[in-house]
């Protein structure tokens, strides 16, 4: 018999959201929790190559990361589509343990650079360490928030995030600060959630639910207004599936519970949580 958990709602305060991920996402760093990035509390199936596999990326890709180095966190493959050239300099917003980074690493040579940027201090131990045992001296890891980027203006020539932006609750500011960073006619390709549809309460509230991904994710067009809004063009939709219909995602039993007494169905939420890949420009001066 399993014993329902107390229900943790999201809190009010944006700044106690964001410790409640870091916290989360530490625990994942240490191997205290699953890496899947789902809300099931450590009762995700698929193992992170299995799970990386599952979202887009190829098993050469894989193959060439350090042991240890893919936690299975994403919900995309967005590097190929970045399409970087030797010699640029690339961006990864919440590089957890360094995966895209270090594909990046290894398009750009070594004669270009690859900044990652993470609020989280196990994460970047963890990350530092995998980029060292890949021998990629052209990478950086930086501690920072990505509504504020410690990067300079203007100095990046591409722009990566993969499941994290649906995390940060002020996703505007994030938009605003990758358009600053990021040279003219730079681009971005980002993998994350967004919703079709407003979540039944019991899933909007629930802070399992927001650091799994989903509660936490924006409405299609708030979100891609957010976009055009931080001066962005030529947006591209390179993907977008059900997110919750993805290879072993599964809510935690005590938060199935919860959902099964507040009468929502699994088809009541089909496919409202979208997993996507976009591409978009930031146009010349």
Same mark, same amino acid.
């Given at each position: 018999?399993?014993?329902?958990?107390?229900?943790?709602?999201?809190?009010?305060?944006?700044?106690?959201?964001?410790?409640?991920?870091?916290?989360?996402?530490?625990?994942?760093?240490?191997?205290?929790?699953?890496?899947?990035?789902?809300?099931?509390a450590?009762?995700?199936?698929?193992?992170?190559?299995?799970?990386?596999?599952a979202v $887009?990326?190829?098993?050469?890709e894989?193959?060439?990361?350090?042991?240890?180095?893919?936690? =299975?966190?994403?919900?995309?493959?967005?590097?190929?589509?970045?399409?970087?050239?030797?010699?640029?300099?690339?961006?990864?917003?919440?590089?957890?343990? =360094?995966?895209d980074? !270090?594909?990046?690493?290894?398009?750009?040579?070594?004669?270009?650079?690859?900044?990652?940027?993470?609020?989280t201090?196990?994460?970047?131990?963890?990350?530092?360490?995998?980029?060292a045992?890949?021998?990629?001296?052209?990478?950086?890891?930086r501690?920072?928030?990505?509504?504020?980027?410690?990067?300079?203006?203007?100095?990046?020539?591409?722009?990566?995030?993969?499941?994290?932006?649906?995390?940060?609750?002020?996703?505007?500011?994030?938009?605003?600060?990758?358009?600053?960073?990021?040279?003219?006619?730079?681009?971005?390709?980002?993998?994350?959630?967004?919703?079709? $549809?407003?979540?039944?309460?019991? !899933?909007?509230?629930?802070? !399992?639910?927001?650091?799994?991904?989903?509660? $936490?994710?924006?409405?299609?067009?708030t979100? *891609?207004?957010?976009?055009?809004?931080?001066g962005?063009?030529?947006?591209?939709?390179?993907?977008?599936?059900d997110? !919750?219909?993805?290879?072993?995602?599964? *809510?935690s039993?005590?938060?199935?519970?919860?959902?099964?007494?507040a009468?929502?169905?699994?088809?009541?939420?089909?496919?409202?949580?979208?997993?996507?890949?976009?591409? #978009?420009?930031?146009? #010349?001066?």
């Open positions: 018999m399993v014993t329902e958990r107390e229900p943790q709602t999201i809190p009010d305060d944006p700044e106690r959201i964001v410790k409640k991920v870091q916290e989360r996402y530490g625990r994942i760093a240490e191997g205290v929790e699953s890496g899947c990035c789902g809300p099931g450590g009762t995700c199936s698929p193992a992170p190559g299995d799970a990386a596999l $887009g990326y190829k098993p050469q894989l193959a060439v990361l350090p042991e240890g180095a893919n936690l =299975g966190l994403g919900c995309g493959a967005p590097i190929e589509a970045l399409e970087l050239q030797a010699g640029e300099t690339a961006l990864d917003l919440g590089s957890g343990a =360094g995966v980074v !270090l594909l990046a690493a290894r398009r750009v040579g070594p004669t270009g650079r690859v900044i990652g940027v993470d609020m201090p196990s994460m970047l131990d963890k990350a530092r360490a995998n980029a045992a890949a021998g990629a001296t052209q990478v950086e890891f501690a920072g928030r990505l509504e504020a980027l410690p990067v300079e203006d203007a100095s990046v020539d591409a722009v990566t995030s993969n499941c994290v932006i649906n995390l940060v609750p002020d996703k505007e500011k994030v938009f605003r600060e990758i358009a600053r960073v990021l040279r003219p006619r730079g681009r971005v390709v980002i993998s994350d959630i967004v919703l079709n $549809g407003k979540l039944p309460e019991v !899933l909007e509230k629930d802070l !399992l639910a927001y650091v799994g991904c989903v509660a $936490g994710a924006a409405l299609r067009e979100y *891609f207004g957010q976009v055009r809004a931080a962005f063009s030529n947006i591209e939709i390179l993907k977008d599936v997110y !919750l219909a993805g290879a072993g995602y599964t *809510f039993d005590d938060l199935r519970q919860r959902m099964a007494r009468g929502v169905r699994d088809e009541d939420i089909a496919g409202r949580v979208r997993s996507i890949t976009f591409r #978009a420009v930031k146009p #010349a001066i």
